[in-house]
């Protein structure tokens, strides 16, 4: 080659004819579009598997969500069915021969110096 052939810079007649590929100066560059490729696909895989982890995260806060209301919603049915006035009418609709005591819970006092506890 001569050296006017040499110094020209390739065109778009020789990228679109394919022999840039055998030039030297893209032949040296080789490695390095192997690496930026290789840059590039690393990315792409990251970008894909935090949208799934993102995905996902989502999918378990729309549970979570539901969980929770289902809890607050069992926990007031709970609340309900033990008040006083329920428990009695589900004795009397259940026929049980169960009566509301009329006086009271008292406290009991225990002397602490008559309690025998394991040496205490």
């Known amino acids: 080659m001569t050296e006017k052939a040499k110094n020209k810079k390739p065109g778009v007649k020789s990228f679109i004819g394919g022999t840039i ?3 030297e100066r893209v032949t040296r560059q080789i490695p390095f579009i192997i690496f930026l ?3 590039a696909l690393l990315l792409i895989t990251n970008r ?3 949208e799934r982890t993102i995905r996902k995260m989502e999918i378990m806060q729309d549970t979570m969500d539901n969980l ?3 809890s607050i919603t069992l926990s007031s049915k709970l609340m309900n069915a033990s ?3 329920e428990v009695q009418k589900k ?3 259940a026929g049980l021969d169960l009566q509301e005591p009329v006086r009271p819970p008292k406290k009991l006092n225990v002397n ?3 309690l025998w506890i394991f040496g205490k």
């Open 21 to 23: 590929l055998t030039d």
């Open 37 to 39: 490729s290789f840059l």
């Open 48 to 50: 894909n598997w935090s």
């Open 68 to 70: 929770r209301s289902e």
């Open 83 to 85: 008040r006083p006035s």
């Open 91 to 93: 004795v009397e609709k």
């Open 112 to 114: 602490k110096k008559r």
